[in-house]
C-alpha cells in the first residue's frame, strides 16, 4: 500500500482528479455528475459531495488542491458558474470537516507551469494531454488529464526537493 500525498481536482460536471502515491505513479481518472435540467444543481452537487468524501476518506491525502473557479462574469453560462462556484464551496466544507488543509491554484498558473504556457485557448487542453502523453501518463480524456496537471504543480510547489516525489509525476528534478 502506497502513502497518499497531495490531491489534487478540476471540478466541474465532470470532474477531474489525480491522487498522488508516493512511490508509484498517480492514479487519476474522471467522474461525472450529470444534472436533469439545468434548475437541478442541487442533486448535482449533493452527488459531488458524497463522492468526494468517500475519496477523500478513503485516500486520506495530506492535502487537497483544486483549481480557482473563474468568477461567475467570465463564466460562458449561469449554470456552469453556479456548479463551479458550489462545487468549490462543497470541497471547503468536507476539507473543513476531514481536517484537510485545501489551497486553490489559477488555471494560467499550474498550467504554465505543466506545459510552459498559460494562456487559456483553443489549443490548452490539446496542450495539457499532450504533456500528460510525454509524462507517460493516458488520461481518459482532458479533464483527468487537467487533475494531472493540478497534482505536478502542486508537488513541484509543496515538494520540489523530494527526487522520488517529483518524479512520480514526470517533474524534473534538479539537486539543489
Not at 508516493?22 to 435540467?37: D, K, T, V
Not at 444543481?41 to 485516500?59: C, D, I, N, P, V
Not at 463564466?75 to 462556484?85: E, K, L, P, R
Not at 495539457?128 to 494531472?148: I, K, M, S, T, Y
Amino acid at each position: 500500500m502506497y502513502r497518499t500525498g497531495i490531491y489534487a481536482l478540476d471540478q466541474n460536471s465532470w470532474t477531474g482528479w489525480a491522487v498522488e502515491r508516493i512511490g508509484a505513479a498517480p492514479l487519476y481518472g474522471s467522474q461525472h455528475f450529470p444534472r436533469r435540467n439545468a434548475r437541478e444543481t442541487g442533486s448535482q452537487g449533493l452527488a459531488f459531495m458524497k463522492w468526494l468524501r468517500r475519496e477523500l476518506e478513503f485516500y486520506a491525502p495530506e492535502r487537497l488542491i483544486y483549481e480557482t473557479p473563474l468568477p461567475p462574469m467570465r463564466q460562458s453560462q449561469t449554470t456552469t458558474a453556479t456548479v463551479t462556484m458550489g462545487f468549490a464551496y462543497v470541497i471547503e466544507i468536507v476539507c473543513c470537516a476531514l481536517k484537510i488543509p485545501v489551497v486553490t491554484v489559477s488555471q494560467g498558473t499550474w498550467c504554465k507551469a505543466f506545459t510552459g504556457n498559460g494562456k487559456r485557448d483553443s489549443n490548452t487542453k490539446g496542450r495539457v494531454l499532450n504533456e500528460c502523453a510525454r509524462r507517460g501518463f493516458d488520461p481518459p480524456d482532458d479533464n483527468a488529464g487537467d487533475g494531472l496537471g493540478i497534482l505536478a504543480y502542486a508537488v513541484g510547489i509543496y515538494h520540489g526537493r523530494d527526487q522520488a516525489r517529483m518524479e512520480g509525476v514526470g517533474n524534473r528534478w534538479e539537486p539543489a
